[in-house]
């Protein structure tokens, strides 16, 4: 099921995103002529500044926003600009996913414990178990755990539990590194993007034969725009990613303090009988 969310999620992100790049492509394919004709004639006549087709004010907040970052898509080049939009969808993906798991995992742990604890008053250990097998989240499955072994004694209920709460925060923290590792590509890949688009502007001023405020401005611009993007990006990320760090250590808490619990309950009924 989780898989399942991710694929479809991964996949509606990026139709959205291909029918933008390919837009954008478009965009730029069709004035092609004309920036080449422009940068031809930087060097003997400065560029007149643009006016604005339509008055932003007059348009909503939301239209404005979406024109302007189609436009420095544009402007920043669709290959870098698309690779780094792709790690931003990739690593929301998989902390929409880390998010929707962990809120499933969270569990109230003093009422686990209290049920737990009047079951096996009651039923004993078959019962404690039961409420165990219908209670979602890590602690459930570590009490299940060490009540499974209940008969073989409190050493290796105690043994149980720290092992399989191991396992427990390693899927709990599934996922996380791939997010870091978006975290650090995306401003690389934004770094790459100004390092390529300095390498043009010099090659534009190698072929104009002169230093020309336009074409250099132009390409210094374009280049620091991949890295923006990649900046931008690794921000969101980082946000994430620290977010879901957090409710990772509350939950890890949480299951080191319940297994406390359920061990002294364990012992309590022991003593009892």
């Known amino acids: 099921m989780k898989k399942l969310f991710v694929f479809l999620t991964v996949i509606g992100l990026l139709s959205s995103v291909a029918s933008f790049v390919a837009h954008?492509?478009?965009?730029t394919a069709d004035n092609a002529t004309?920036?080449?004709?422009?940068v031809s004639q930087a060097v003997e006549t400065p560029s007149a500044p643009e006016t604005?087709?339509?008055d932003p004010a007059k348009e909503g907040g939301l239209s404005v926003l979406h024109k302007s970052l189609k436009q420095k898509?544009?402007?920043g080049g669709a290959s870098f600009m698309g690779a780094v939009l792709l790690t931003l969808i990739f690593g929301l993906a998989l902390a929409f996913e880390r998010?929707?798991?962990l809120n499933l995992s969270t569990t109230n742990t003093e009422k686990l414990l209290q049920q737990v604890e009047d079951a096996l008053e009651s039923g004993g250990v078959e019962s404690a178990k039961e409420i165990c097998r219908n209670t979602r989240g890590p602690v459930a499955s570590i009490f299940y755990q060490g009540l499974d072994r209940i008969d073989q004694g409190i050493d290796v209920v105690e043994k149980s539990v720290i092992s399989y709460g191991s396992v427990q925060m390693g899927l709990l923290e599934k996922g996380l590194s791939w997010i870091q590792l978006f975290i650090a590509i995306a401003p690389m890949l934004g770094f790459l993007g100004t390092v390529i688009g300095m390498?043009?502007?010099?090659?534009?001023?190698?072929?104009?034969?002169?230093v020309s405020p336009t074409l250099v401005a132009g390409g210094i611009k374009i280049a620091l725009i991949t890295t923006v993007g990649g900046l931008i990006v690794a921000i969101i990320l980082q946000l994430f990613y620290n977010y879901l760090v957090s409710r990772v250590d509350s939950i890890v808490n949480k299951m080191e303090d319940a297994s406390i619990s359920l061990i002294d309950i364990l012992v309590k009924q022991n003593l009892k009988k």
């Open 73 to 75: 898509f544009i402007e």
């Open 34 to 38: 004309e920036v080449k004709e422009a």
């Open 99 to 101: 998010i929707i798991y």
């Open 24 to 27: 954008a492509q478009d965009a």
């Open 199 to 210: 390498i043009d502007a010099f090659d534009k001023i190698q072929i104009a034969g002169d």
């Open 52 to 54: 604005p087709a339509t």
